[in-house]
């Protein structure tokens, strides 16, 4: 059985940081892509990032380019979200997915965390 399990989720103020961790258990890690994606409230779920099985290829929603980092390490069945220059319109509940190929669309995704919550003040 796969399981995602999210942390890292938390309250920072505005223009700080925050390291987004994704372990995965059940799972051929390596053979994966994985993405994060985040839902805001009363909003839908978007995508956020997705990286490659071996992590050469690295994909950002425009609105978090330039300031959020994706990465994975196959040793440790473990994928990041470094977040930084946050902004308050970054707050929602950010999911991990685990998917067959680097997607934006989450139908791509077949197995999903329960989530982490993340707040940014103004």
């Known amino acids: 059985q796969v399981r995602l399990v999210e942390s890292g989720g938390g309250l920072v103020q505005a223009g700080g940081s925050l390291r987004l961790s994704c372990a995965a258990s059940?799972?051929?890690?390596?053979?994966?892509?994985m993405g994060w994606f985040r839902q805001a409230p009363g909003k839908e779920r978007e995508f956020v990032a997705t990286?490659?099985?071996?992590?050469?290829?690295?994909y950002y929603a425009d609105s978090v380019k330039g300031r959020f980092t994706v990465s994975r390490d196959n040793a440790k069945n473990t994928v990041y979200l470094q977040m930084n220059s946050l902004k308050p319109e970054d707050t929602a509940v950010y999911y991990c997915?685990?998917?067959?190929?680097?997607?934006?669309?989450?139908?791509?995704?077949?197995?999903w965390g329960q989530g982490t919550q993340v707040t940014v003040s103004s």
């Open positions: 990286i490659s099985r071996f992590g050469v290829s690295r």
């Open positions: 059940g799972v051929t890690f390596r053979s994966a892509a």
């Open positions: 997915a685990q998917g067959t190929s680097t997607s934006g669309d989450a139908h791509s995704y077949a197995y």
